[in-house]
């Protein structure tokens, strides 16, 4: 701030210097703000605002760095929509979409500031759970699992004969399982997942 002692009076050249001054600050804010926006659209998915693939092997890569480095536990899950196809293709996209954004909520309502989620394909996520042992990243993922179940699908989609469900599979970060690289970790999560899905 340019603080001038009240008697003084601002010559034009000085108002011209702070105007100035001013405007490069703002300018400068604005183009930051551009930066930020345009780095963030960058990394998130347009449709849920979760993360996209595209930046979940970096930022990943920083959790299980760092889980390794502070020997931190780091639980990933893995996630995917029962059902989603038929509900997509009997019901349109504009469903599947509803479906998608409710189930984004969800995750943003239960998880922590802490934890990542991605849009990892079409109708699959993948949530980080930092600082976070296996025991309990079940609970959070059935917190999750009750928020969704408890969604309201009702008025978007008519004539939905079931509640869509999630199959959901969950590995820790584990120098005992040889669970240390990133692939290796969703590799585990994958195949839970999958273990899940065959269960049902």
Known sequence: HML???TEVWSDERK???QTYVNTASSTLITLNHL???EKQSMTDGLTGLYNRRSLDSLLEREVAL??????????VMID???FKQINDAHGHAAGDHMLRAFA???RITLRKTDLAFRYGGDEFVIALPQTQVAQAQQVVQKL??????????????HLENQPTLSIGVAERSVSHNLVTLAA???AADQALYDAKNAN
């Open 4 to 6: 001038l002692p009240q």
């Open 16 to 18: 011209q210097l702070a």
């Open 36 to 38: 930020a926006e345009a």
């Open 67 to 76: 889980a390794a480095r502070h020997g931190l536990p780091l639980s990933v």
């Open 81 to 83: 929509m029962d059902e």
């Open 105 to 107: 909520d969800c995750v």
């Open 145 to 158: 699992r009750q928020a969704f179940a408890s969604v309201d699908f009702s008025s978007a989609i008519a």
């Open 185 to 187: 970790i969703m590799g």
